[in-house]
């Protein structure tokens, strides 16, 4: 065992870091794409509503694998289209697709997250701000997406650590992740039980600090309620997240 | 609706395997996972603290790794132990049956704590209650406290189960015939990868939608003669 972890280590780290990039730029592309799409949840205009809808219950309705092999091995039944319109060597890459469906399925995942926190802001906060005169989009931007970041906080956190086990799945289109690497040399060595046993090791350890700063933030986000709040459990209870 | 060349029924048939897959994981996981609780509410200190890493393993690892752990991992690990007992033999786990195993075990890590926050929601008067009438520790919670921890885990147990149903696409990784590897097996030969791929998403969202249906009605039988639930 000791001499598996000195042969691979290095490239299980590689893989972390493959991991953690994936994780952290779906995840901020999918906060970008989840704020328009529950504002869109949440309008009353029905075109709007309509499209985030269906955006929403096809991306939470499938599983992230189909979505996957749709955008990386599908894209193939439209190169002469895609050729034409220069997208081609996007999606002959597996990263770029790795990282457009990771983005669209967290976008809809996030973006629930949101529209709950949004519809549970105060009332009274939102008319106050409509009263100081803001603007729509200062009232969007200075009052009410602050308040509802801090609502859905934890439920979020919980999203971010689904994200991270999420990204193993890049592994089945070639990706070199935790997962790809642990494949790769379970397959070349034949040492699965060490190899998949420490890649499962790494994400716990990848989870836990996920945890731990977000707690950290949390608590920032909560220090003007005061008294520190009941610390909430290392994952939620809801498994949809 | 898009020519299939034939291969509708294959995608039906998967879909067939991907039900039958994920119904018998969530019997897997609804059995264990109710043994988990009882054992995380009940057992002496020890006990707890070996379900609580059970628990945290299986929800802090990806479900594929997991996957690929016990279906790669667990024979390899049984040949190795056994060739350094001198028996040479060379071992598989059926895909079918790791898959169930790994699912299940997976979930009723989920469906553990879903049952722990029931168990908390029942008032404790109903448990002394039932002590009070003569009843024993177990009868009071096979026959008083269950039933009504039911009523509350239903809405928790069916979100399990729509995961469940779409975990059972990463099966396919492995070759197990469900919808998600019978629409690779249909994409590769008519090179048809989108729309093979495609179809599969509506069946899912399909199977999606049924459960749906089926939660709403189960979670308003379940609260039938509860005053004031207007479900």
Partial sequence: MSGFLAENLMRFLEGALMTVQLSALSCALGFMIAV????????SDRAQFSLATAYVFFFRGTPLLAQIFLIYYGSGQ???????????????????????????????????????????????EVEAARALGLKAWMRLWLVILPRAIRIGWSAYSNQVVYQIQATSLVSVITMMDITGVARSI????????????LAAVLYIVLIYCTILVSRRIERHLNAYLGASPAPSPPFGTDVVP | ???????????????????????????????????????????????????????????????????????????????????????????????????????????????????????????????????????????????????????YALPGLGNVWMVLLKATAL?????????????????????LPFTFFFMACLLYLALTLVSMW???????????GVPGSSL
């Fill in chain 2, 171 to 191: 099966i396919s990784v492995i070759q197990l015939p469900e919808l998600m590897r019978s629409a690779d097996v249909a994409a590769r030969s008519t090179r």
């Fill in chain 1, 186 to 197: 379970g397959a070349r060595d034949f040492t699965f039980y060490e190899a998949f046993g």
């Fill in chain 2, 214 to 224: 089926g939660q709403v009605r189960l979670e308003r039988w379940a609260l039938r």
């Fill in chain 2, 1 to 151: 609706m898009p020519d299939l060349k034939g291969y509708g029924w294959l995608l039906l048939d998967g879909m067939v395997m991907t039900l039958g897959v994920a119904t018998a994981s969530m019997i897997g996981a609804l059995a264990v996972g109710l043994a988990a609780a009882v054992g995380k509410i009940f057992a002496p200190r020890a006990g707890r603290a070996l379900i609580e890493a059970y628990t945290t393993v299986a929800r802090g690892v990806p479900e594929l790794v997991l996957l690929l752990l016990i279906y790669y991992g667990l024979p390899t690990l049984a040949q190795d132990m056994l060739a350094g007992l001198g028996h040479d033999v060379s071992l598989r786990i059926d895909p079918f049956i790791a898959g169930i195993g790994t699912l299940s075990l997976i979930y009723a890590a989920f469906a553990c704590e879903v049952y722990r926050a029931a168990y908390l929601a029942v008032p404790s008067d109903q448990g002394e209650a039932a002590r009070a009438l003569g009843l024993s520790a177990a009868q009071a919670f096979r026959c008083v406290i269950l039933p009504q921890m039911m009523r």
């Fill in chain 1, 78 to 124: 439209f190169r002469p289209e895609l050729d034409a319109l220069g997208l081609w060597a996007f999606f002959r890459d597996p990263w770029f697709c790795a990282v457009l469906a990771l983005s669209l399925n967290n976008g809809a995942y996030t973006s629930e997250i949101l529209r709950g926190s949004i519809a549970a802001v105060p009332i009274g």
């Fill in chain 1, 36 to 43: 328009p799409v529950a504002l869109a949840r949440l309008s």
